[in-house]
């Protein structure tokens, strides 16, 4: 059974909900389909200590803003799911959970959206689907044959999973900095490796000045004028409190990145060796756009060439969340708001 409806939103996490507001504002009707069994997106995934780099306040999604969370100026990822679950609800946007797409077709004038519950015929598709499940994992000598247990970001929980174990942590941005500081508090035996020494933004900046920043250097960008460099100009890791704590007590001691693992650890160049019975990979995502592999679309570098938060070779899809790449700050609650809001005013053009 092919059912047909105007737009077709993929992901029904916060870049999703943040389509379904701005759409259900302007009168578009559209359907939300959502991989995950329940409201969340990937908060429904992250590790136990997680915390927002914003306070609840600057954390919302249009039209809501996030309450605050008692004792906590950085809401945990509990909180913004119970937010996401309400926000949903609220503006009775019309998602449908429990539903993988698999891809993306085009059928004349139309998109066809392929699922495990039927097909979906459509003018406009707004991809929300993140990162979250495509980990990146770097191609690192001796990886396949170590012996040891090896996670990625999306596989950690807490620092019970390694009582009694080595750990070696890679990575040097805020998931290696965050993972590394909730391990070395428990007394886990840890080895932190960055690729540069940490660069820790000052203690009194958030994701407020990291929205703003991000906001700037695309302004500039737009106007022609020089690269402020956006938040890579400010540092990697915002010291939330936990990490801030981890790094005051002098247990965030960074270790150069070793050369390569050996079956029991790791190696670096000058022959020092550390054995380690798991290696936590913080190294970061790709953009998860299988489904849209028939379009032909992605270029060399495996991206969507865009014109905004519109695909430059096809203007019937629409990409949210991605981070800088679609949009200043996009992949962040806050900043999602601005680019679903451009998207929506652009189907609502497409659509006429």
């Not at 993140?130 to 999306?154: I, K």
């Not at 900095?177 to 203690?203: C, E, F, K, S």
Request: charged share 20%; glycine share 12%; proline share 6%.
């Amino acid at each position: 059974m092919t059912r047909r409806t105007d737009v077709v939103v993929i992901g029904g996490g916060q870049a999703g909900l943040a389509a379904g507001y701005h759409l259900r504002r302007l009168g578009i009707e559209h359907v939300i389909l959502d991989a995950q069994t329940a409201p969340g997106g990937a908060w429904l995934h992250t590790w136990d200590s997680l915390r927002l780099f914003s306070p609840a306040q600057y954390s919302s999604l249009p039209g809501r803003l996030m309450p605050v969370q008692e004792g906590d100026l950085y809401p945990d990822a509990a909180h913004v799911v119970a937010y996401l679950a309400d926000y949903e609800k609220r503006y009775e946007l019309p998602v449908q959970h429990g539903v993988r797409v698999s891809a993306v077709h085009r059928d004349g004038v139309f998109l066809r959206v392929a699922t495990d519950s039927g097909d979906w015929r459509t003018r406009a598709v707004v991809s929300a689907t993140g990162t979250w499940t495509r980990s990146f994992l770097p191609a690192v000598p001796g990886r396949h044959g170590y012996q040891g247990r090896q996670l990625h970001t999306v596989q950690y929980r807490s620092p019970s999973q390694f009582a009694g174990q080595r750990v070696i942590v890679v990575g040097g941005g805020n998931s290696g900095a965050q993972i590394a500081a909730d391990l070395a508090v428990a007394g886990i035996d840890l080895t932190w490796v960055t690729q540069r020494p940490p660069r820790y933004l000052a203690d009194d900046i958030d994701g407020r000045a990291l929205f703003d920043a991000a906001t700037a250097r695309r302004h500039a960008l737009d106007a022609g004028r020089a690269d402020t460099g956006g938040v890579a100009s400010l540092g990697d890791i915002v010291a939330v409190p936990p990490v801030r704590a981890a790094r005051d007590a002098g247990l965030l001691t960074p270790t150069p990145m070793f050369t390569g693992l050996t079956p029991t650890g790791a190696e670096w160049a000058d022959g020092t060796r550390a054995a380690a019975d798991a290696v936590i990979w913080c190294t970061g995502f790709r953009p998860a756009l299988a489904p849209f592999a028939a379009l032909r679309l992605r270029g060399t570098r495996g991206r969507i060439a865009m014109e905004g938060t519109r695909a430059a070779d096809d203007p019937r899809l629409h990409l949210l969340g991605y981070g800088d790449w679609t949009g200043p700050a996009s992949a962040t609650l806050i900043g999602v708001g601005r680019t679903a809001r451009e998207a929506a005013r652009d189907i609502r053009y497409l659509l006429r």
